[in-house]
């Protein structure tokens, strides 16, 4: 390129490349977020450690060549293998402000792992030390469960501490740009341990996102993040995504059904075509059959342990209105099934009758859900028992009898499913739940069933056994802290 006299020449960066060098481009609440995480981490380790230590020291206490030093009553081993363990959560994404960093699963098998080749440099460093085998499972298995344990607590208490206000850009088609935007003002979440409010400051159709108008738009807006729909086809197709990567700002994308499936998917060259490759795990169905398990052992132990509640809120519905306990309704399950639903009754026993004459009053644009702000049905008692989702406790059962999971799909009645489009059919594919992905995201204030039911296949499309934990730590932090049903 030749240089004009009197010009000054701007050299062009790499597309990746950033506009100013920054070690890190995180706010002080993702820092603290961060910071909270790394010491309940240590504080966890810290305490497996000790209780190892104390279970052990009668019959099996550490070998003395594999104690260099102490430090705050602590023998070196721990503070290696801490070291090591925060390192690989690092390198995980743990501390990160991103869901990751609720990845639970993961935090488990990294800690097994750093148990795994500590055994592995021991016996290389000397294979004569024979390290105690219950100081060794007594730890491997306190650590996993206190740092998990500690890191739900983070994720139900952590929410309730801060709230923070999230700008947002939004690219999409121009029949969805308000649609976007009246979701993104009227619902908040509280992902990545902190509740957050959104807040649109610009937008842009889905035609100019490559253009340089709109990323001058996006950072003159001061959006901390961008959510895109529908993005046009591009010979680069991550054009925009380098683009905001430079003034580090995150990209959301709202994705297609096969676009979830790409998720799954592992760069791969086939016949000298990029593709990508998504394998089937070694052990095929293991995570379903654990959940299965868990499904059961929670049902079961939840039954027992909640005994004196279903005791308590049978006495206050005998107290607050005629007619039985429970409440059964006919709802439709796995493969379009009919089932009995089990519930506490918080209506009065004609609910039922009563539904023709208050449908004029439903909520919901597409008539597909019954929901009402003020129902004239509902028992005094009521109100509290749908407010807190105690009135859905009584589903245990039907998990028990296998016609539920803890979480799913919430099972609809008859009278919901009848008026449903086909594609909607695809979430009874798999078994319903007493709690699910919508029922975590604005469930009284979504008003298009089409809404729920994206919810539902994206829940289908991303299953793991992680995300079913994120719902039941989110579904608990609603109940006891946010809104529930009207």
């Keep these: 390129m030749h240089n004009s006299p009197g010009k000054t020449y701007k050299p062009l960066l790499d597309i990746r490349a950033p506009h100013q060098f920054r070690l890190f481009h995180l706010s002080g609440w993702q820092w603290q977020q961060g910071f909270i995480l790394l010491l309940s981490d240590i504080l966890a380790l810290a305490i497996a450690w000790?209780?190892?230590?104390?279970?052990?020291?009668?019959?099996?206490?550490?070998?003395?060549?594999?104690?260099?030093?102490?430090?705050l009553g602590i023998p070196s081993p721990f503070w290696i293998f801490a070291g090591v363990t925060l390192i690989f959560?690092?390198?995980?994404?743990?501390?990160?402000?991103?869901?990751?960093?609720?990845?639970?699963?993961?935090?488990?098998?990294?800690?097994?792992?750093?148990?795994?080749?500590?055994?592995?440099?021991?016996?290389?460093?000397?294979p004569k030390i024979d390290p105690p085998r219950s100081l060794f499972f007594t730890t491997w298995c306190s650590s996993v469960g206190l740092?998990?344990?500690?890191?739900l607590l983070l994720a139900l208490v952590l929410p309730q501490l801060k709230q923070t206000t999230v700008p947002v850009f939004i690219i999409a088609p121009a029949e969805r740009l308000n649609k976007l935007a009246e979701i993104v003002q009227r619902r908040g979440s509280a992902t990545s341990l902190r509740r957050v409010r959104y807040q649109v400051v610009g937008a842009a159709l889905a035609s100019t996102a490559n253009s340089p108008a709109t990323l001058k738009a996006i950072i003159k807006s001061g959006a901390t993040e961008v959510l895109a729909e529908n993005l046009p086809q591009t010979k680069l197709a991550s054009t925009l995504y380098w683009r905001l990567r430079r003034s580090g700002i995150p990209l959301r994308l709202i994705p297609s059904s096969l676009e979830m499936l790409h998720r799954r998917g592992v760069s791969d060259i086939f016949a000298g075509m990029p593709t990508l490759k998504v394998e089937t795990p070694i052990l095929v169905g293991w995570d379903y059959r654990l959940k299965r398990w868990l499904d059961f052992i929670g049902a079961l132990l939840g039954l027992i342990f909640l005994s004196p509640l279903f005791v308590g809120v049978a006495i206050a519905i005998k107290a607050s209105s005629p007619g039985p306990i429970f409440f059964r309704q006919e709802r439709i399950g796995l493969h379009d099934k009919i089932f009995q639903v089990w519930k506490f009754r918080t209506m009065v026993t004609n609910a039922s009758a009563l539904?023709?004459?208050?449908?004029?009053?439903?909520?919901?644009?597409?008539?597909?859900?019954?929901?009402?702000?003020?129902?004239?049905?509902?028992?005094?008692?009521?109100?509290f028992l749908r407010r807190t989702s105690i009135d859905e406790l009584p589903q245990l059962f039907n998990v028990l009898l296998g016609q539920m999971s803890l979480v799913g799909p919430r099972p609809l009645p008859l009278r919901d499913v009848e008026r449903f489009e086909d594609w909607h059919h695809i979430r009874h594919q798999v078994l319903p739940g007493i709690t699910g992905l919508w029922q975590i995201s604005g469930r009284s204030d979504i008003e298009d069933f089409n809404d729920a039911a994206r919810l539902d296949l994206y829940y289908i499309d991303n299953w793991s056994l992680n995300l079913d934990l994120d719902i039941l730590v989110e579904t608990v932090r609603i109940v006891l802290f946010g809104k529930g049903a009207y």
């Design 50 to 71: 000790q209780i190892a230590r104390y279970l052990n020291q009668f019959y099996s206490p550490i070998p003395q060549q594999l104690v260099w030093w102490v430090w």
């Design 89 to 126: 959560f690092a390198y995980g994404d743990l501390y990160s402000s991103s869901t990751k960093a609720q990845n639970y699963v993961r935090a488990g098998q990294l800690i097994s792992l750093v148990f795994l080749l500590c055994l592995v440099l021991i016996y290389f460093y000397d």
């Design 147 to 151: 740092v998990i344990g500690l890191r």
């Design 355 to 383: 539904q023709a004459q208050l449908e004029a009053q439903n909520k919901t644009k597409d008539g597909i859900m019954f929901k009402m702000e003020r129902d004239p049905r509902i028992i005094p008692i009521g109100h």
